[in-house]
Nanobody, 125 residues
Framework: QVQLVETGGTAVQAGGSLTLSCAAS????????MGWFRQAPGKEREFVAF????????RYADSVKGRFTISRVNAENTVYLQMNSLKSEDTAVYYC??????????????????WGQGTQVTVSS
């Protein structure tokens, strides 16, 4: 059983930067691909970014490509999401998730096995 805890969410002004962290425990971190999702009020949870078990492969939603960077440090059991040039539409609860996937990078929530509790990011314009 993998436990995930996100930290780093806060309120920030548009154009600013923020880094989210997700610490994993209870499993072998390098067994999992890791993803970030977000959910705004009244909207479905949406894919943000994915990174493979060794960091060699990543994928981003078009809405964040070029602004967000996902990374991981397996020795620290941690995955990060660096967010730059933040916009008001980035406001959401951000979740990290672990996937024991095989094949194409998972971009749907149902492809993930474990989830964190989420951290709120609020971007004011």
């Amino acid at each position: 059983q993998v436990q995930l805890v996100e930290t780093g969410g806060t309120a920030v002004q548009a154009g600013g930067s923020l880094t989210l962290s997700c610490a994993a425990s209870g499993g072998i971190f390098s067994d999992y691909g890791m993803g970030w999702f977000r959910q705004a009020p009244g909207k479905e949870r949406e894919f943000v970014a994915f990174i493979s078990w060794n960091g060699g492969n990543s994928r981003y939603a078009d809405s964040v490509k070029g602004r967000f960077t996902i990374s991981r440090v397996n020795a620290e059991n941690t995955v990060y999401l660096q967010m730059n040039s933040l916009k008001s539409e980035d406001t959401a609860v951000y979740y990290c998730a672990a996937s024991n996937y095989v094949g194409l990078p998972p971009i749907h929530p149902y492809e993930y096995d474990y989830w964190g509790q989420g951290t709120q990011v609020t971007v004011s314009s």
